[in-house]
Nanobody, 119 residues
Framework: QVQLVESGGGLVQPGGSLRLSCAAS????????MGWYRQAPGKERELVAA???????NYADSVKGRFTISRDNAKNTVYLQMISLKPEDTAVYYC?????????????WGQGSQVTVSS
């Protein structure tokens, strides 16, 4: 089991910035991939950004150049730095972790963080 605790959500004006944090209950060296999904009202959950234990990174096209995913292994924490925020970025953001082993894989989710971009 992996527990994921998020922090950093809130209200920000368009063009502003925000940083989300996701702290894992164990070393992220043992987690194959971590990332962030988001779900806006009335829409399906979508992948925003992901980083693997080997430091491969993927971003959704809609956030490339604006969002940066990073990790701090000493703190067992993954971050999502968001700049130039737009109203369409408004969503609940969920931290995600994937653990792969010889018998299969498991995924884990944070509690969700509301990000609202509005004037």
């Amino acid at each position: 089991q992996v527990q994921l605790v998020e922090s950093g959500g809130g209200l920000v004006q368009p063009g502003g910035s925000l940083r989300l944090s996701c702290a894992a209950s164990r070393s992220i060296f043992s987690i194959n991939a971590m990332g962030w999904y988001r779900q806006a009202p009335g829409k399906e959950r979508e992948l925003v950004a992901a980083i693997t234990s080997g430091s491969s990174i993927n971003y959704a096209d809609s956030v490339k150049g604006r969002f940066t995913i990073s990790r701090d292994n000493a703190k067992n924490t993954v971050y999502l730095q968001m700049i130039s925020l737009k109203p369409e970025d408004t969503a609940v953001y969920y931290c995600y972790a994937l653990v792969v082993h010889g018998l299969g894989k498991r995924d884990y989710w944070g509690q969700g963080s509301q990000v609202t971009v509005s004037s």
